[in-house]
C-alpha cells in the first residue's frame, strides 16, 4: 500500500517561531509537493520539487522553503511563522511515469499563534 | 496563469439524489484532469481523464472530459452519506506535473 506520511497531524506554533513539517514517501516518486489548503481557496502549490536537491516555486512560495535532500523526503520550512500561515498543509507526491496520479499525506493542522 | 474553477461550491442533496459537479480548466500545457475525493484528511484519488469523451465508471460514480470546452462533470448517482464530501479536480500539466487545483465542491448528502 502507497503511502504519504507527514510528520504531525495537529501543530500549535508560536509567532516568530522556525517551523519544519516534514514528509517522507515510499514510492520511489521524483516529484514531490507541498500544498496549503484554506476554505474558499482550494488548495495552493507552495513549493514542488522533481528531484533531490531541486526545487521549483509554486503559486505562494513568500515566507516558505523547502529542503529535498533524499528522494523520499521533502521538508517545508516556516523561517518565521505568522498568523497567516495558520492553514491545513498538504504534502503529495508523483511518479514522472505517464498517467501517474498524486498521492496525498493525511495533512498538517498547523495552527500559529 | 493557469486557473481551474470548479461549480457550485457547495450543495445540499438528499439521499438517493443524482448529482454532478463541475470542473472547467485553462491550463497551458495540459495533460490530465484529475478528481478527488477528500473527507476529514487527505485527497483519495477518483479518476484520471486524459482522453476526450471516454466516460470513467467505478460504481455509481463517473466522470467525462471534454478537451474542446475545456471541461469535465463527476456524476453520482443514488447519492448516499458516505458520499458526503469535498469533490476537488485538478488539472495536471506536462513537464514538472504539476497539479492545479480548483476550489473544491462541498457535497453534503442528509438522511
Known amino acids: 500500500d502507497v503511502k504519504v506520511t507527514q510528520s504531525s497531524r495537529y501543530l500549535v506554533k508560536r509567532t516568530g517561531e522556525k517551523v519544519f513539517l516534514e514528509c517522507v514517501q515510499d514510492?520511489?516518486?521524483?516529484?514531490m509537493f507541498w500544498y496549503r489548503q484554506d476554505p474558499g481557496l482550494g488548495l495552493r502549490l507552495i513549493y514542488f520539487?522533481?528531484?533531490?536537491?531541486?526545487?521549483e516555486k509554486g503559486d505562494i512560495p513568500e515566507g516558505y522553503s523547502v529542503s529535498r535532500e533524499k528522494k523520499e523526503r521533502f521538508s517545508l520550512i516556516l523561517e518565521s511563522a505568522s498568523t497567516n500561515q495558520t492553514s491545513m498543509y498538504l504534502c503529495?507526491?508523483?511518479?514522472?511515469?505517464?498517467?501517474?496520479?498524486?498521492?496525498f499525506g493525511q495533512g498538517t493542522r498547523l495552527t500559529v499563534v | 496563469e493557469d486557473k481551474v474553477v470548479q461549480s457550485p461550491l457547495s450543495l445540499v442533496v438528499h439521499e438517493g439524489d443524482t448529482v454532478t459537479l463541475n470542473c472547467s480548466y485553462e491550463?497551458?500545457?495540459?495533460?490530465?484532469l484529475l478528481w478527488y475525493k477528500q473527507e476529514k484528511k487527505a485527497p483519495t484519488f477518483l479518476f484520471m481523464l486524459?482522453?476526450?469523451?471516454i466516460e470513467k465508471k467505478s460504481g455509481r460514480l463517473s466522470s467525462i472530459l471534454d478537451k474542446k470546452e475545456l471541461f469535465s462533470i463527476l456524476n453520482i448517482t443514488a447519492t448516499q452519506t458516505g458520499d458526503s464530501a469535498i469533490y476537488l479536480c485538478?488539472?495536471?500539466?506536462?513537464?514538472?506535473?504539476?497539479?492545479?487545483f480548483g476550489t473544491g465542491t462541498r457535497l453534503l448528502v442528509s438522511p
Open positions: 503529495a507526491s508523483s511518479s514522472t511515469r505517464q498517467g501517474s496520479e498524486a498521492f
Open positions: 514510492m520511489d516518486h521524483e516529484n
Open positions: 520539487s522533481y528531484d533531490v536537491k531541486m526545487k
Open positions: 491550463v497551458t500545457n495540459f495533460r490530465s
Open positions: 486524459t482522453s476526450s469523451g
Open positions: 485538478a488539472a495536471l500539466n506536462t513537464g514538472f506535473q504539476k497539479l492545479v
